[in-house]
Structures are given as structure tokens and as C-alpha cells.
């Protein structure tokens, strides 16, 4: 997918979904605690989703603070073997004060070729310039993935896991996914039999 085509679709996702443009949104999956945790869609929204998501993922994320924090930052890690070779794409939010946060975040994944990403918060926007999966190996792989499946605590300077997608090779290893994202947190000995694993993350600092 072009990179015009994906900043457009993301613009409309974000159009829609963050700005408000559907009405019912609900934003319950967040407490007033520090949290960061998936939006919930109303009907409406999950049909559109549906549509937009044909050969894409979108991930959309709501998070809420009452703890004040000066740094937001949502990252991609990529995995060889349990090798971390890269951080494609991210954004990186820093007040000069502390504040409460209140936000949204959006993630479009475009599967060909080779993964790329595209993040968008309130305004910013991020995309990768490159494929990170080699175009011999992406029809020849099997991939599992999962997301978050509800609210995270956020807690000052801690890394959170909000999705993985691990590959292996047919005659591999068969994919195995925790339900419990955070056990891969500073655990790399869980993906290195694994060619390729991504993770998207986040981190909030004071």
C-alpha cells in the first residue's frame, strides 16, 4: 500500500473513530485510573472497521491519566530469533511540564509488502519508509497475532506490550502466543525460535 494511500485511510479511520465524527462512541474501557486499554467501537464503527481493514489492521487505543506524566512514547519492535534489529516507526510526545493525560492512538499495520506501520495521536502522525519482513518469506510464513484484550495500568517508566504478531516457517516452530503480553517484557528467550516478531509498545515517564 502506497504511503499516500495509507496516511490517507488512517486520516479517515482517525476522522471517524477519534475526532467523534460516529455517534455512541463509548469510551468505558477506560477508568479514571492510569490506564491505557483498547476502544471500544459501537456497531456502526466495527462495520466501517471491517471495510477498512481488508489486507490492513487497525488498532485504536484510548488512554487516561490521573497521575502527570511529561513523556508519551509508542514504539514498533522487530525480532530475529529473539535479536531485536530495529524500531521502524513510533511517536514520541514531550511536555516541558507535567500534566494528566487524556488521548487516543491509532495503528495502521499494511501487511504487503513486508509490514509496514503508520501511527497517528492527537494530531501527530508517523509511517515507516521500509518493509521489514523480506518479500521471498511474507507468502511463506505462518503468523499469529494478538492484541491487548482490555485495560493495562500504566505505571511511570515501565514498558507496556499492546500487540504481537509472531512468523515462523512452516517446518518451524508453531507460533505460540501468551495471552498475558507483558510476560514478554525483558523475557527475549520466549521469541528465539521465532524469524520475525513484532511488538508495538508504549512507555509513559514523569
Known sequence: MGFAIMKKLLAFVLTIILIGGLTGCSNESVSLK?????????DDQKEIFDLLSVGNE?????????????????WVEIYEYGVLISRPAGLHQLSDDLKTLDGRLAVLIAQKPGFQWTFSMDGASQINSEPYIPADDIDTLARGYVPI??????????????????????????????????????????????????????????
Open 34 to 42: 492510569d490506564e491505557i486499554a483498547p476502544k471500544e467501537l459501537t
Open 58 to 74: 487497525i488498532l485504536l487505543y484510548d488512554f487516561k491519566t490521573q497521575e502527570e506524566y511529561r513523556s508519551v512514547e509508542f
Open 149 to 206: 484484550g482490555g485495560p493495562i495500568a500504566i505505571q511511570d517508566g515501565n514498558e507496556i506490550v499492546l500487540y504481537t504478531s509472531i512468523f515462523s516457517y512452516p517446518d518451524g516452530s508453531a507460533v505460540a502466543l501468551y495471552s498475558d503480553l507483558q510476560r514478554y517484557v525483558g523475557h527475549p528467550e520466549l521469541i528465539k525460535d521465532y524469524p520475525y516478531v513484532h511488538f508495538i509498545k508504549c512507555k509513559f515517564s514523569k
